[in-house]
């Protein structure tokens, strides 16, 4: 099956600076990757997706990079602001995908 | 927009007891599943679904069972409760096919005394 892993697991950045968290896939056949944010005692909420038809995908700070060949994709938020501090998750899905496959988390905390 | 909605928010069971967990979606997603969620683990997958009347185990399924019988509802039944089921349970839905948003419940913290 699929594995998903995600690195690194504890991130701090100074606010205005940018954080990158990157994720590595192992099933070929994987052609969606989303990434959650998810805020203490929240469920987690999509904040970007990225199909593998497409090799970068932008939306204001956020960013989403994927290299189909070397099988890893990237989160990129820029000018980091203090409510961006939370548990971020990669994950990957196939077309014949039933659920996503979810790497195990980045907390990202953003100090002032 | 209700989306998915888990019941209760929290439980606090004894060593043996039963319960069942709830989850609810209004966006007549074929899709269904429940993850639990631990320190360190990321998000698990327990059981899916992907309409009514079918299901399937996930990642880690011992100790836990699922039915479909409509679209809408997916409860998730602990049978005899164990500390080890001590964890944040999500229940999450999406549209058929791989490639569709996955929408994710608010959690229920489950402990297991």
């Known amino acids: 099956g699929e594995n998903v892993e995600q690195h690194p697991s504890t991130l701090s950045v100074q606010e205005g600076d940018s954080a990158v968290i990157k994720c590595t896939y192992s099933?070929?056949?994987?052609?969606?990757f989303p990434w959650y944010k998810q805020e203490l005692g929240k469920g987690p909420q999509l904040i970007i997706d990225i199909r593998s038809n497409v090799g970068e995908k932008k939306d204001q700070r956020i960013a989403v990079t994927l290299n189909k060949t070397a099988k890893h994709f990237s989160l990129h938020i820029t000018e980091t602001q203090p409510e961006d501090s939370a548990v971020y998750f990669c994950?990957?899905?196939?077309?014949?995908?039933?659920?996503?496959?979810f790497g195990k988390g980045t907390s990202l905390l953003v100090t002032p | 927009n209700a989306g998915v909605t888990q019941t209760p928010k929290f439980q606090v069971l004894k060593t043996g007891q039963s319960m069942t967990l709830q989850c609810a979606q209004d966006?007549?997603?074929?899709?269904m599943s429940w993850y639990r969620q631990d320190p360190g683990m990321g998000l698990r997958l327990i059981h899916y679904?992907?309409?009514?009347?079918?299901?399937d185990q996930g990642e880690v399924p011992n100790g836990y069972n699922v039915s479909r019988s409509t679209t809408e509802d997916f409860p998730l039944r602990l049978l005899s409760a164990a500390p080890s089921q001590t964890s944040v349970y999500f229940c999450?839905?999406?549209?058929?096919?791989?490639?569709?948003?996955?929408?994710f419940g608010a959690g229920t913290r489950l402990s297991v005394l």
């Open positions: 994950a990957a899905s196939s077309n014949s995908g039933y659920a996503l496959n």
């Open positions: 999450a839905s999406r549209r058929g096919g791989g490639t569709n948003i996955q929408y």
């Open positions: 679904s992907v309409g009514a009347g079918i299901t």
């Open positions: 966006m007549n997603h074929e899709y």
């Open positions: 099933d070929s056949a994987s052609n969606y």
